[in-house]
């Protein structure tokens, strides 16, 4: 079971794609980050924000950098986390932003990469699961990111959707981290809520 999502057109005719309005009922506890600059090459954990029932919201802007990685239920010593990764040129240098594409051809990968999410026995590690999407030149990436304890759910820009099934055995596995490669980068926004039960 997943988020339940609208369809609908953008101006120059690309399908997008976002939750129902209706998921924004089950917030509370609201926490707020503004104009965070990430240094390159570090791992930065986003001490207010923790859970693992959650929703989260992020405008980043990328400058020069060509990947950003989200840990999510992460582990205090980072024994178990899950990561979702964005590429902006599909990890090819030579492939992205090429003068010879039009605006429609998709060069960025967003995935999540579930192979340390779990230290339980009876869980087997997976490969990523990752979907292209069109990241314009200049635009900021938009991750809407929904965490259902075993279930992890991205929407990026409202034009792509990945999810993956995880499993952490880790009570601690509830802290939130990000970090740039290669480059700094401003996270312009984020916004962060645990997500009541429907139940």
């Known amino acids: 079971m997943t988020i339940p999502v609208s369809l609908s057109l953008s101006d120059d005719d690309r399908l997008k794609i976002k939750p129902v309005d209706a998921v924004k009922t089950l917030r509370y506890g609201r926490k707020h980050i503004e104009n965070l600059q990430l240094p390159a090459n570090k791992e930065v954990i986003l001490k207010q924000v923790r859970g693992n029932t959650m929703e989260i919201i992020a405008e980043i802007e990328l400058q020069n950098t060509q990947m950003l990685e989200l840990n999510i239920l992460r582990s205090k010593k980072k024994e178990e986390f899950t990561r979702i ?14 003068t010879d594409l039009s605006d429609w051809d998709a060069d960025s990968i967003i995935c999540i990469d579930s192979s340390c999410s779990s230290l339980a026995a009876d869980v087997l590690p997976r490969p990523p699961e990752k979907a292209p999407f069109v990241l314009r030149e200049g635009e900021p990436l938009k991750l809407r990111v929904f965490i259902d304890k075993s279930v992890v759910e991205v929407f ?26 290669g480059n700094p980068c401003l996270i312009k926004s984020l916004d962060a809520w645990q997500m009541k039960s429907i139940w």
Do not use: E, H
Request: charged residues 30%; positive net charge.
């Open 85 to 98: 990764i964005f590429f902006k040129t599909g990890g090819y240098p030579n492939r992205g932003r090429r």
């Open 156 to 181: 990026v820009n409202d034009s792509q959707r990945v999810v993956a099934r995880v499993n952490p055995s880790r009570k601690d596995a509830l802290d939130v981290s990000v970090r740039s490669y």
